[in-house]
T-cell receptor
Framework: AQRVTQPEKLLSVFKGAPVELKCNYSYSGSPELFWYVQYSRQRLQLLLR??SRESIKGFTADLNKGETSFHLKKPFAQEEDSAMYYC???????????FGSGTQLTVLP | NAGVTQTPKFQVLKTGQSMTLQCAQD?????MSWYRQDPGMGLRLIHYSVGAGITDQGEVPNGYNVSRSTTEDFPLRLLSAAPSQTSVYFC????????????FGPGTRLTVT
């Protein structure tokens, strides 16, 4: 069964420091991976998708098929990046998104 | 546009009671889904629908029923509430061709005592 693992429940970094949120998946085919974010008192929303290879709010994520990873990175964290981040996965013709357990990021001043 | 709306925002039930969580969207999305969010477990799919009249089970469907009589509405029914159903419930919708980009409602926090 396909699975998404986010090993860190909580992650704290200081403002201006680099941040990396880890995501690993288990799937033998060609996956599609995404990062969703939920800011305090806001709705869960799509942050970025691997296929678009874009940078959103300074965040990037590269799909590494060899390591089956899709880590989210930002070189200089900002306080407004504090949020819950979910890695999500879908594959082939599947209609469902499978979410990881989430990482709560706190950026300290 | 209101996007995805959910009612109620909060609900407390006693074990054995039934209730319906309402979800509506005004974006003409074909795909709608219900998730529950539990600490340490992320979001888990309960049921989903790819269009009016079509529903299917997700990862954790037991104890929940859904129906989709219109494109706009996708209610979730708890048949006989149990403490294990204490959770935050999210409804989401998307275009059928783009289920990766789901638009989420604000959530319903349900407590079963």
């Amino acid at each position: 069964a396909q699975r998404v693992t986010q090993p860190e429940k909580l992650l704290s970094v200081f403002k201006g420091a680099p941040v990396e949120l880890k995501c690993n998946y288990s799937y033998s085919g060609s996956p599609e991976l995404f990062w969703y974010v939920q800011y305090s008192r806001q709705r869960l929303q799509l942050l970025l998708r691997h296929i678009s290879r874009e940078s959103i709010k300074g965040f990037t994520a590269d799909l590494n098929k060899g390591e089956t990873s899709f880590h989210l990175k930002k070189p200089f964290a900002q306080e407004e990046d504090s949020a819950m981040y979910y890695c999500a996965f879908t594959s082939g013709s599947a209609r469902q998104l499978t979410f990881g357990s989430g990482t709560q990021l706190t950026v300290l001043p | 546009n209101a996007g995805v709306t959910q009612t109620p925002k909060f609900q407390v039930l006693k074990t054995g009671q039934s209730m319906t969580l309402q979800c509506a969207q005004d974006m003409n999305h074909e795909y709608m889904s219900w998730y529950r969010q539990d600490p340490g477990m992320g979001l888990r799919l309960i049921h989903y629908s790819v269009g009016a009249g079509i529903t299917d089970q997700g990862e954790v469907p037991n104890g929940y029923n859904v129906s989709r009589s219109t494109t706009e509405d996708f209610p979730l029914r708890l048949l006989s509430a149990a403490p294990s159903q204490t959770s935050v419930y999210f409804c989401a919708s998307s275009y059928r061709q783009a289920t990766y980009e789901q638009y989420f409602g604000p959530g319903t926090r349900l407590t079963v005592t």
